[in-house]
């Protein structure tokens, strides 16, 4: 009798451990491409760049120091045991952070405008991030072909966009699935990497001496120029940190964890150990040490598996501005956007179609314009290192507020971080006429954009907030109204207050409907809901009013005419020939007067113009939808 519990909990133990062995392989294959395609350009770039190092033992070892001992502090310390504690409801990422935030800075409105000017402008920095990524990845791979076949090198470019689109055109399977998919890739990826690397320091051991952190700090004080400029290629080791925060939702905290310590972290200096080896045995290596790693004979496969691996490091940045975009949209900052669940267990897993599209156009614009791995290494560093500094610095409120006892020294090692962070902006602000002016003119536009959206909202509700009438005894007032025959649905997004279209119908029309029935549509935190639990119907008035809450779960888009036959099985009988939707559109007026900010207004009104129309979002019937608009004047 008392071992039967413990039979039973070997399954679920099992279970549990093929999930989570499940996910940590998904997250290698999503989360982890990035950072790990890094050693394709970070070490070359350092002495082959645009701001090239002279190649000495100094200064390698210097820069290998460098490299391992900022992604110990940043990526291991900072991202994998620090900032994937601060999660919202298991969603990470900064608007993620800027949604804690807001809830533990309620009292204190200066915090919270701080706090969310720090979030909107890093979030938007990272879209600039999000679409370099995929480009200098597959250019930085794909350009290995002309170190193999130099013959080949016209074709780069080309085979880079066919290999984007490609890239592209997978999202609509989910990242769970693309996971599992590139997941075994990936980790072949880092087992050879870290294998080349291996076999380069079994033939030059004293590279090893390179981990220790004095000769990054004697390359920083006998060279401190030099130092400075390099810190803008070390930093291209870190690209790809940020993603783990932001794709956090897709996999989990644990399963990131295991990955980064288990295989990508030793794989990773492993390789630029044995990069730094390969140069000091041979100079002429220095123009491409990552693929002259390999014995001559395995180049060609080296290329094809690194293209692979770089695809699939585009995948960490599009999951990451999918869940971005989404949560700028439950905040307020984007209108409603039609997002596609692909999990039925990890909620976080998503995919925009709108957005996935636009971002291929501007990363096939951005191979077309720079053309090679190089120039794009220019415009890279600059958004990734903004965004880190502004994140930490979010986390570091965030920690003032939480007040706990640890609260010292967890500020103590975010100086350290944010110290460090601030030397790698100023060392990538070098590179802004070389290229870095796109990120930054990227995340200016879409800051203003989230903004202004943010805004412009704002102001209407405030309007309809003024303006709104208590739902309760509300009913009582209706028996004088002319009623006509039919039934009208009003749709409200707060239960307890009277729907404006409601109030509008009767001031202009003067008449109301024989069966009316208010329809708020909420969004539960499971998968599915069953439809024997998706309606509640309350008799406000009989025979008359109605108030009926829909209930769905996460993965679920709202269907009308389902609700319609649910509301049937429950009683209330609508026909849809006799029923009218309404629906209600404020907007606000043109500029009587032109001034400083009226392009502003113009843009929130374009935004919302072009925003999905809720009658595709709620699937309603075209020819029985009334949409109620109200202009409000500034």
């Given at each position: 009798?008392?071992?039967?519990?413990?039979?039973?909990?070997?399954?679920?133990?099992?279970?549990?451990?093929?999930?989570?062995?499940?996910?940590?392989?998904?997250?290698?294959?999503?989360?982890?491409?990035?950072?790990?395609?890094?050693?394709?350009?970070?070490?070359?770039?350092?002495?082959?760049?645009?701001?090239?190092?002279?190649?000495?033992?100094?200064?390698?070892?210097?820069?290998?120091?460098?490299?391992?001992?900022?992604?110990?502090?940043?990526?291991?310390?900072?991202?994998?045991?620090?900032?994937?504690?601060?999660?919202?409801?298991?969603?990470?990422?900064?608007?993620?952070?800027?949604?804690?935030?807001?809830?533990?800075?309620?009292?204190?409105?200066?915090?919270?405008?701080?706090?969310?000017?720090?979030?909107?402008?890093?979030?938007?920095?990272?879209?600039?991030?999000?679409?370099?990524?995929?480009?200098?990845?597959?250019?930085?791979?794909?350009?290995?072909?002309?170190?193999?076949?130099?013959?080949?090198?016209?074709?780069?470019?080309?085979?880079?966009?066919?290999?984007?689109?490609?890239?592209?055109?997978?999202?609509?399977?989910?990242?769970?699935?693309?996971?599992?998919?590139?997941?075994?890739?990936?980790?072949?990826?880092?087992?050879?990497?870290?294998?080349?690397?291996?076999?380069?320091?079994?033939?030059?051991?004293?590279?090893?001496?390179?981990?220790?952190?004095?000769?990054?700090?004697?390359?920083?004080?006998?060279?401190?120029?030099?130092?400075?400029?390099?810190?803008?290629?070390?930093?291209?080791?870190?690209?790809?940190?940020?993603?783990?925060?932001?794709?956090?939702?897709?996999?989990?905290?644990?399963?990131?964890?295991?990955?980064?310590?288990?295989?990508?972290?030793?794989?990773?200096?492993?390789?630029?150990?044995?990069?730094?080896?390969?140069?000091?045995?041979?100079?002429?290596?220095?123009?491409?040490?990552?693929?002259?790693?390999?014995?001559?004979?395995?180049?060609?496969?080296?290329?094809?598996?690194?293209?692979?691996?770089?695809?699939?490091?585009?995948?960490?940045?599009?999951?990451?501005?999918?869940?971005?975009?989404?949560?700028?949209?439950?905040?307020?900052?984007?209108?409603?956007?039609?997002?596609?669940?692909?999990?039925?267990?990890?909620?976080?897993?998503?995919?925009?179609?709108?957005?996935?599209?636009?971002?291929?156009?501007?990363?096939?614009?951005?191979?077309?314009?720079?053309?090679?791995?190089?120039?794009?290494?220019?415009?890279?560093?600059?958004?990734?290192?903004?965004?880190?500094?502004?994140?930490?610095?979010?986390?570091?409120?965030?920690?003032?507020?939480?007040?706990?006892?640890?609260?010292?020294?967890?500020?103590?090692?975010?100086?350290?971080?944010?110290?460090?962070?601030?030397?790698?902006?100023?060392?990538?602000?070098?590179?802004?006429?070389?290229?870095?002016?796109?990120?930054?003119?990227?995340?200016?536009?879409i800051f203003t954009l989230l903004t202004t959206w943010k805004r412009g909202s704002e102001v209407l509700?405030?309007?309809?907030?003024?303006?709104?009438?208590?739902?309760?005894?509300?009913?009582?007032?209706?028996?004088?109204?002319?009623?006509?025959?039919?039934?009208?649905?009003?749709?409200?997004?707060?239960?307890?207050?009277?729907?404006?279209?409601?109030?509008?119908?009767?001031?202009?029309?003067?008449?109301?409907?024989?069966?009316?029935?208010?329809?708020?549509?909420?969004?539960?935190?499971?998968?599915?809901?069953?439809?024997?639990?998706?309606?509640?119907?309350?008799?406000?008035?009989?025979?008359?009013?109605?108030?009926?809450?829909?209930?769905?779960?996460?993965?679920?888009?709202?269907?009308?005419?389902?609700?319609?036959?649910?509301?049937?099985?429950?009683?209330?009988?609508?026909?849809?020939?006799?029923?009218?939707?309404?629906?209600?559109?404020?907007?606000?007026?043109?500029?009587?007067?032109?001034?400083?900010?009226?392009?502003?207004?113009?843009?929130?009104?374009?935004?919302?113009?072009?925003?999905?129309?809720?009658?595709?979002?709620?699937?309603?019937?075209?020819?029985?939808?009334?949409?109620?608009?109200?202009?409000?004047?500034?």
């Amino acid at each position: 009798m008392e071992s039967a519990p413990e039979s039973a909990a070997v399954p679920v133990t099992q279970s549990h451990d093929r999930r989570l062995a499940t996910l940590s392989l998904g997250a290698l294959g999503v989360v982890f491409g990035d950072i790990g395609t890094s050693p394709l350009y970070a070490f070359k770039e350092a002495f082959g760049g645009e701001h090239a190092l002279p190649l000495s033992q100094a200064n390698v070892f210097g820069v290998l120091s460098m490299i391992f001992w900022a992604v110990m502090l940043i990526v291991s310390v900072k991202y994998v045991l620090f900032v994937l504690r601060f999660d919202n409801k298991g969603e990470g990422g900064v608007l993620a952070l800027l949604a804690l935030a807001s809830q533990l800075f309620r009292k204190n409105r200066r915090l919270s405008a701080i706090a969310t000017v720090i979030a909107i402008f890093a979030a938007a920095l990272f879209y600039g991030d999000a679409v370099i990524t995929p480009a200098i990845s597959v250019l930085s791979a794909v350009e290995g072909i002309s170190v193999a076949t130099p013959a080949l090198e016209r074709w780069v470019v080309p085979a880079t966009i066919v290999i984007l689109i490609g890239v592209f055109a997978l999202q609509p399977y989910g990242t769970g699935r693309i996971g599992k998919l590139f997941g075994p890739v990936t980790m072949i990826w880092f087992l050879i990497i870290g294998t080349l690397g291996v076999l380069s320091i079994a033939q030059t051991p004293a590279i090893l001496q390179a981990l220790n952190p004095a000769y990054a700090w004697a390359f920083a004080m006998q060279s401190p120029g030099l130092a400075f400029i390099a810190l803008g290629s070390v930093f291209l080791a870190l690209t790809g940190g940020e993603a783990l925060y932001a794709d956090m939702g897709h996999f989990g905290r644990l399963p990131i964890r295991i990955a980064w310590f288990g295989l990508v972290l030793p794989a990773l200096m492993l390789n630029y150990l044995g990069q730094g080896a390969l140069v000091l045995r041979d100079a002429a290596a220095v123009k491409n040490p990552f693929y002259l790693l390999a014995p001559p004979a395995l180049l060609i496969p080296l290329v094809v598996l690194a293209t692979i691996a770089t695809v699939i490091a585009s995948q960490a940045t599009i999951s990451g501005a999918f869940s971005v975009t989404q949560q700028a949209s439950r905040l307020g900052y984007l209108p409603r956007l039609p997002v596609t669940h692909t999990s039925a267990t990890e909620r976080g897993q998503i995919y925009i179609g709108q957005l996935n599209w636009l971002m291929l156009i501007v990363v096939v614009m951005l191979v077309l314009g720079f053309g090679s791995s190089t120039h794009l290494a220019a415009a890279y560093g600059i958004a990734v290192s903004a965004t880190m500094a502004l994140e930490t610095a979010l986390v570091a409120l965030v920690v003032v507020v939480m007040g706990k006892r640890t609260r010292l020294p967890m500020l103590g090692v975010l100086l350290v971080v944010f110290a460090a962070e601030v030397l790698f902006l100023a060392s990538n602000t070098t590179k802004i006429a070389a290229g870095g002016w796109f990120p930054l003119l990227c995340g200016l536009a879409i800051f203003t954009l989230l903004t202004t959206w943010k805004r412009g909202s704002e102001v209407l509700t405030a309007d309809a907030a003024a303006k709104h009438v208590p739902l309760k005894g509300f009913c009582e007032h209706l028996s004088s109204i002319t009623r006509v025959p039919g039934t009208a649905v009003f749709f409200a997004a707060n239960r307890e207050v009277v729907p404006t279209t409601l109030l509008h119908n009767l001031k202009h029309n003067k008449v109301l409907y024989e069966r009316v029935v208010f329809l708020t549509v909420t969004t539960e935190d499971v998968p599915k809901v069953a439809d024997d639990e998706r309606i509640e119907i309350e008799i406000l008035m009989p025979q008359s009013v109605y108030q009926v809450i829909v209930r769905y779960g996460f993965m679920e888009n709202p269907d009308a005419m389902h609700v319609l036959k649910l509301m049937s099985a429950r009683g209330l009988r609508l026909d849809v020939n006799e029923t009218t939707f309404f629906l209600g559109k404020s907007t606000i007026a043109r500029a009587e007067r032109h001034g400083l900010f009226t392009w502003r207004r113009e843009l929130f009104r374009r935004i919302q113009r072009n925003a999905p129309s809720a009658t595709e979002y709620f699937r309603l019937p075209p020819d029985r939808v009334v949409e109620l608009g109200t202009q409000l004047r500034l």
